[in-house]
């Protein structure tokens, strides 16, 4: 049975920052693709950024967060991770972790999701 789990998420002051992680069990993780995605109230899911399975592992993330999100993974500990930087308060969401095999856009395993609330 695959489980996705996001943490990290919280209540961060505009300029701030939060490190989401997302650890995939039941599959084998330098296999799959990994994406992350947020929904803000009111709005439609939009995909934030990714990272390529095995050999490459190639991180790229949306234009509107180049620059101040990074994507990374630790295949030892099966854990994806969005390193958001400056964050605004525009990035208020709720951040989920998706997890499927390359070609398969978004791919069929989501975790929970984790609230980024961005406000002083």
């Known amino acids: 049975q695959v489980q996705v789990v996001e943490s990290g998420g919280g209540l961060v002051q505009p300029g701030g920052s939060l490190r989401l992680s997302c650890v995939v069990s039941?599959?084998?993780?330098?296999?799959?693709?990994l994406r992350w995605y947020r929904q803000a109230p009111g709005k439609e899911r939009e995909f934030v950024g990714g990272i390529g399975e095995s050999p490459v592992f190639m991180p790229y993330t949306a234009d509107f967060v180049k620059g101040r999100f990074t994507i990374s993974r630790d295949n030892a500990k099966s854990t994806c991770y969005l390193q958001m930087n400056s964050l605004k308060p525009e990035d208020t969401a709720v951040y989920y972790c998706?997890?499927?095999?390359?070609?398969?856009?978004?791919?069929?395993?989501w975790g929970q999701g984790t609230q980024v609330t961005v406000s002083s």
């Open positions: 998706n997890a499927g095999l390359s070609g398969s856009s978004p791919g069929p395993y």
């Open positions: 039941g599959l084998t993780f330098s296999r799959y693709h």
